[in-house]
């Protein structure tokens, strides 16, 4: 019978140890073959994205000898006692060994909430205000910057994130209040004068229904100027038991794309837009949008807007 001995070895971070929320940690684990046949490495697979191993797949062990391999370990977002497991399947034996990392993991610096959750909001109550505070070991002497937004979607400018008077909150609030119903997500960037933690990462979230519990996402049609035959899908939330047609995909007296609608599995609907002619768009004096039909009481119509963009700016 086969006997199999895995052994952690000490590394970076020795096991329990503490480390920074900002820090990586590496651990050294080792697997010795302890049979008369030669062993391969059919696969390694970790618990958690915060894993990442060395790749040793296909590595062949000899009898008696040691296979070494090294796994980091990112802690961020992460904090307090932390377990995570990584396996590594052996072949011909089908042997799958266990290596676990633990790791105690403190925060120097950290927003508390790490991030502004409005949760579902009716059309027109967009006038809340959440707040995060400092936090972590080095908050006593720390002070945050203005915040910017992450402009990872030009389309994106729903909300708007504050620094307190005080240096040590950040506020958040819709940008305005005529926002349309939708899913909405934005990265806020807020700078700190910690030389270890320059800046953290604020994300503002909400879903902003009307008052038949409607939600559309996105909230806009994006394309780019150079773009021929783009194709575009919007999303319908909470209108079960209605029913929803394409009114138009085409602003007068010029037909800018198609569009199609199905029923999604589990609720809603599906708007498939195609063959989006972006020069054509950007021919119209005013904006262009896709015309959604309803027979939900009290909303008849959908508008999303269609918008072009040229190298990030919208024409």
């Not at 895995?6 to 820090?23: F, N, P």
């Not at 939708?182 to 960037?189: F, N, R």
């Not at 896709?290 to 024409?315: H, M, Q």
Request: proline share 5%; charged share 30%.
């Amino acid at each position: 019978m086969a006997v199999w001995a895995a052994a952690a070895l000490a590394g970076a971070a020795a096991r329990g140890e503490v480390v920074d929320q900002h820090r990586m940690a590496e651990w050294r684990f080792a697997v010795t073959n302890a049979t008369d046949r030669p062993q391969t490495v059919e696969s390694v697979r970790m618990s958690c994205p915060c894993l990442k191993a060395e790749d040793i797949s296909g590595r062949e062990i000899a009898p008696g000898k040691v296979l070494e391999f090294g796994v980091v370990f990112d802690p961020a977002g992460l904090e307090g006692e932390v377990e995570r497991t990584a396996w590594v399947t052996l072949a011909p034996s089908g042997r799958m060994e266990t290596f676990t990392v633990r790791e105690t993991v403190r925060t120097r610096l950290g927003l508390k909430p790490s991030g502004a959750a409005f949760g579902d909001v009716q059309k027109g109550d967009t006038g809340r205000e959440l707040r995060a505070v400092l936090s972590g070991y080095a908050a006593p002497g720390a002070r945050l910057g203005p915040p910017r937004r992450l402009e990872e979607n030009p389309g994106t400018a729903v909300f708007d994130v504050r620094l307190g008077e005080d240096g040590k909150t950040v506020s958040a609030t819709f940008a305005r209040q005529d926002v349309l119903p939708g899913v909405y997500a934005e990265t806020w960037v807020v700078p700190t004068d910690d030389r270890e933690v320059p800046e953290l990462r604020f994300a503002a979230s909400a879903r902003v229904l009307d008052r038949t519990g409607v939600a559309v996402t996105p909230r806009e049609l994006v394309v780019d100027a150079d773009e021929r035959g783009a194709a575009r899908a919007v999303l319908v939330r909470g209108m079960d038991g209605t029913s929803v047609r394409v009114l138009s995909a085409a602003t007068e007296p010029v037909a800018w794309g198609t569009a199609a609608v199905s029923e999604r599995q589990g609720g809603g609907w599906r708007v498939d837009v195609r063959d989006i002619d972006a020069g054509v768009v950007a021919e119209f004096a005013e904006e262009p949008f896709l015309e959604i039909k309803t027979d939900s009481s009290g909303l008849e119509f959908l508008r999303i807007p269609l918008r072009v963009y040229r190298e990030g700016v919208a024409e």
